[in-house]
């Protein structure tokens, strides 16, 4: 009966090694290759070979009583906490990030994704971080006599084609192309947002300098669709769940902290540090 149990161990089909006392089954092996990236990634057998070496580490450490050394327990308990925290979020956050789910939130919250639109052409004339008041008061000199001219008649394509410092959208008559909240400077959106189609702003400034706006349509807003809005969708729903089950395991779960204690840990970790 005892050579049979022997054999039925030995034939355990999910044990690829023994080293010592300890087992390597193809879950750690698959666990290692998942932990590498994809240009680290080792063959199978490179990770048993890697394990095996790491296993005879672990297994003389123990036979070294390193395993009872209190700072080695320590990260120890550290290593099984994060193991099992991952592994506790994972699988909770996982159900709420499901096809159906995400699509579920996206129909609750779709007007709420809505960002707020504006398309507008700009003068800019730059005026450097930190400039003194002449070279202020020069940049401002040229402002105006940009703005005079567009008051005088000159179409703003012309003169931001001419003259705006903003090289890129200056080549397409100062045209910025539809711009989101939040992908520009607030300052600059809220101008932008109070135009009307064909209306021009006042001369103003943000930390890049000095603007002049000139609306191409009216401000709208724009709703994402499922598959633009899946990154915010999948991002929330994982910060709520989250949010959600710490709630829960707080109410369910016994804690105390002795904050007091700190000090002293503190103290014990200096000493431990100088002492290397």
Known sequence: MLLALTLGACQDESLVAEVGKRDISKADVSALIASRSSRERPTSSEALDALVERSLLAEEARRSGLHEDAAVQARLRSAEREVLAHALLDKHLAEVTTEA???????????????REVHVRQLLVRVPPGADDETRARAQSRMNALF?????????????SETSEETVSAARGGDLGPVLEGQVDDVFFTEAAQLSKGERSRPFSTAYGLHLLEAVADMKTVVPTFEEARGRLESDARRDAQARLMKELRERIAVKTHPERLDAAASVATSQTGKE
């Open 148 to 160: 005079a001219r567009l008051a005088g008649g000159e179409p703003f394509e012309k003169v931001a």
């Open 101 to 115: 789910r995400l699509r579920e939130r996206y129909a609750a919250t779709r007007e709420q994704l809505g960002r």
